[in-house]
């Protein structure tokens, strides 16, 4: 299963040079970032941060991109999830739960971790891209 929008945000990101010691700079950082993509009128049309899915669950950011009037959706929304810590079974579950929701159309994973690499591509029938920060320091 494609990704284009997750595909396209990751890749903005990886352009980056992003500056964090925890978990929450990182997050800063990315809001920096999408804040830029938004102000620049690039395909970031609208962020929300600690975006609340339901009483229970919150992701880290919703995006929502708009690719273009030629592809089958012109806008799609990505859940963003940031993680420096945490086991792949652990970061599994919580995908899996966001992917449940239908405000969500693909799924991107922003990580320092390389045992988070093993996350699935698809969970539910939706995309799941990984970012990984590993990869873009070195």
Same mark, same amino acid.
């Given at each position: 299963m494609t990704a284009p929008a997750a595909r396209l945000l990751r890749d903005h990101i990886l352009a980056q040079r992003l500056t964090y010691s925890t978990e929450a700079d990182l997050q800063l950082a990315l809001n920096d970032v999408l804040?830029? +993509?938004?102000?620049?009128?690039? $395909?970031? @049309?609208?962020?929300?941060?600690?975006?609340?899915?339901?009483?229970e669950n919150r992701i880290d950011f919703l995006v929502t991109l708009?690719?273009?009037p030629r592809v089958h959706r012109p806008e799609t929304h990505?859940?963003?999830?940031?993680?420096?810590?945490?086991?792949?079974?652990?970061?599994?579950?919580?995908? +899996?739960?966001?992917?449940?929701? $239908?405000? @969500?159309?693909?799924l991107l994973l922003v990580t320092n971790r390389a045992r988070h690499h093993g996350i699935p591509y698809e969970i539910y029938g939706k995309p799941v891209v990984l970012c990984s920060l590993v990869e873009a320091g070195l």
């Open positions: 804040t830029r +993509e938004q102000t620049l009128g690039n $395909p970031v @049309i609208m962020f929300d941060r600690e975006h609340r899915l339901d009483p708009r690719l273009g990505i859940g963003v999830e940031v993680k420096i810590n945490g086991a792949l079974a652990a970061v599994t579950r919580q995908l +899996e739960r966001y992917a449940q929701f $239908p405000s @969500i159309d693909e």
